[in-house]
């Protein structure tokens, strides 16, 4: 026969079992995928980014510190497209943009960032250390040399140098869709015979076990650009946006297309009203191609968004765009698909 205390004992642990069940059974309604760490970025530069992230999340830590080690990465690596060396503006000046968000809406960007090896680490100084969103210019670097961050000698790699030098022999502004994918690195001979240039992004989305999301993107912008220019990656709401109630998105291709929709929160926002990644990041890229009419087949811009539940999905302009994504089933590369096929 059964005491008063054990009958007391039992109900309160029955309750809380009730309790926790139902807990569950809401975190599942609202998508939220405890223990199922995620995290996807753009090109196939992106497993090699995704790997420095999966260092942090595949231990169970945040979202934010895995966007910002894993681009990073890509930062530090002399042969890509952003970071230090990659391809400068027309006057032969490298300049950087960078944006990072975390779960809470906190978000940090800096722009015209020069001489700086990590534009992505100081965009988060700007946004855990000053009551700001974005710095720019001499202003950001500035920021940044009083964080502690090291002024790098003003000098382009051997390679970014080859294409400059060669590009000067026309100087003509004539990006090529999907260059950066060609699959020999974005400094191969072949790519300045006809004055072509890689103009890439790196942009990253991740889950961590919490459930919680964080964004990163950084590039170098468009070579040889026009001195001043600015693109969408370091804009939040364009190259970037997350919303942990919903889902996390980041762009890449030509910025000036990715700004005129607010790209990265139109994507989330077609997220909040029940589209799937793919669908969101599908009709988002719709809307650039009706804005654009005839010329949308001669620029490139792709969407890549990650929701709730973890499911991933991107969609793209042209073809050639791909994506790379790890979770604890593994990693792999996949190709996008487009609207021109």
Partial sequence: MINRRKFLLSSVFSSAAVLAGKLAAAQSAAG??????????????????????????????????????????TEST????????????RDGFVTLDACIMDESF????????????????VARRVMEKTPHVMLVGSGAQQFAIAEGFPLEEQKLSDDAQKAYTEWLKKSEYKPVIN????????FAPSQFENGEWNHDTIGMVAMDTNGNLSGSCTTSGMGFKMRGRLGDSPIIGSGLFVDNEVGACTATGQGEDVIRIAGSHTVV????????PDAACKAAINRIVRIKGKAAKEIQVAFLAINKKGQAGAYSIQKGFNYAI?????????????HFS
């Fill in 32 to 73: 939220t995928l405890k223990g199922n760490p995620t995290v996807v970025s753009t090109w196939d530069a992106g497993l090699a980014a995704n790997k420095a992230a999966w260092e942090i999340l595949g231990k169970g830590g945040r979202a934010l510190d895995a966007v910002e080690k894993g681009v990073m990465h």
């Fill in 106 to 121: 906190n978000c940090g960007s800096v722009a015209f960032l020069e001489r700086i090896k990590h534009p992505i680490s």
């Fill in 269 to 276: 926002e077609l997220m909040r009203q029940g589209l799937s």
């Fill in 179 to 186: 260059i950066e994918n060609a699959g020999h690195g974005p």
């Fill in 326 to 338: 790890r979770t604890n089933a593994g990693e792999k590369l996949i190709a996008a698909k487009s």
């Fill in 78 to 89: 002399q042969s890509c497209c952003v970071g230090l060396g990659a391809n400068p503006d």
